[in-house]
Structures are given as C-alpha cells and as structure tokens.
C-alpha cells in the first residue's frame, strides 16, 4: 500500500503526475478540485456551496474540504494506495490528514510563480469532453477545436490573471505552512517542477524509491 500527497502550486503538474503514479501503481488519484469541479457542472446543492469561492480562486471552508476527503476514502477502491492532489491546503487540514492517515511521502512539486502564471493562462480545457490543452507546450490540431470530439475549448472559470494573483497569495500564505508541518513528521519531497514531465516524474520516483517509468 502506498499513501501520497502530492502539493504544488497551480500549474505546478499535480495532476499530471498523480495521473502517472496512479496509472503505474495501480493507485487511486483523489483530485478534490475534480470533486468540487464535478459537483459544480452538475449542480448538485454541494457545488452550489462552492462555486463562486471557486471561481474567484478562493479557498472553499475546512469543513467541506474535509468531509469531501473523508467521504471519498471511505469509499475504499484504493487496495493498493492512493494519491491525494490539492489536499490539505491549510494547518488544519494538515492536521485532520495527519491524524487520520498514514502517509508514506508527501512529493512538494516547486516552481516559480512567473513559471505558474506562464502555465496557466495558456491553459485550455474542451467544454465537451474535459480534455486538457496548453497553448504552449500541447496545442490543438485546430485553434479553439478539441481534437478528441471537436468541442470548444475554454479556459477554467479561476484560470483568469486576478483570480490566479489570489490563488498564489492563497497558496503561499496557507501551503508554506502545511510543508513546514509534514515536514517535522513525515517524509516531503521537493522536486523542480521546471523540467519536462518525464525528467520530473522521473526525478519523483528516484527520490521516492519507486521503479522508474
Ligand atoms: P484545484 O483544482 O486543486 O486548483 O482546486 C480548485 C479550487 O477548489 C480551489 O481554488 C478551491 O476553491 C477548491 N479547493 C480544492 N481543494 C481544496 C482544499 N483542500 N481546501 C479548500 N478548497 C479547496
């Protein structure tokens, strides 16, 4: 069983590389942005409670945070372990987590904030089918055109550049903590999120002491 949390910025490729440790690991990837993403295109009354905090980049409460989390591993679909993005993102989720899991390593993705701003605001996300694009490094075949199901692409509700400002204030004022706290405890990992996905996956399974892609 193998237990991670992955912590970076926005941007920073969380979700990128839970995808990769989950896909080789046979681990479950727990996106808790995903989940508040789902309960908002499908309004449910949770993604109500949550929808305008999200898209003006603010963080939504502990206690909804937590209950998300909670209900999610209760659901006991990770025989072989999982990988958690985008939590805890305050001390007092760090503690609730702490105190309720074991984790065998948190992997602290680092990268500038001009590298973020770079990254995110050539993001792209198709409004039919949820494939990601980035103008910069994985553009469409076609500008504006999925080229899985030719739906529009569109930007994130909270990729705009206020609501970024505020997500990295928000990200720095409340994560630098939460390192500092594993970090007393439990095993964090900082990798340069610069390079490449496969130089950082990489790097992360060395560091980690898992097989190598
Ligand atoms: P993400 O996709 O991880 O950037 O999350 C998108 C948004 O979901 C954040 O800007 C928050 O509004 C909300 N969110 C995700 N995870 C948490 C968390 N652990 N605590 C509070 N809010 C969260």
């Known amino acids: 069983m193998r237990k991670y ?102 992997i602290h993705l680092d990268l500038p904030d001009e590298e973020v701003r770079r990254r995110v605001l050539a993001r792209r996300l198709c409004n039919g089918c949820g494939m990601d694009y980035n103008l910069i490094a994985d553009r469409p075949t076609q500008e504006g055109r999925c080229d899985v199901c030719g739906g529009e692409l569109v930007s994130r509700e909270d990729d705009t550049e206020q609501a970024l400002a505020e997500r990295l204030r928000e990200y720095h004022e409340r994560t630098d903590p939460i390192l500092e706290l594993f970090g007393r405890k439990e095993y964090v990992v900082t990798i340069d999120a610069r390079p490449g996905i496969e130089e950082v996956q990489r790097t992360l399974r060395e560091r980690l002491g898992l097989p190598l892609p």
């Open 5 to 106: 949390v992955i912590i970076g910025a926005v941007g920073s490729g969380k979700s990128t590389h839970s995808e990769l440790l989950a896909r080789d690991l046979d681990i479950v990837h727990i996106s808790v942005g995903d989940i508040f993403r789902w309960h908002v295109k499908n309004h449910t009354k949770l993604g109500a409670q949550v929808r305008r905090t999200m898209a003006a980049g603010e963080l939504v409460g502990d206690d909804l945070a937590e209950s998300v989390v909670r209900d999610r591993l209760t659901q006991h679909d990770w025989n072989y372990g999982f990988v958690v993005d985008g939590f805890p993102r305050s001390r007092r989720q760090t503690e609730f987590f702490l105190e309720s899991y074991d984790i065998d390593g948190v």
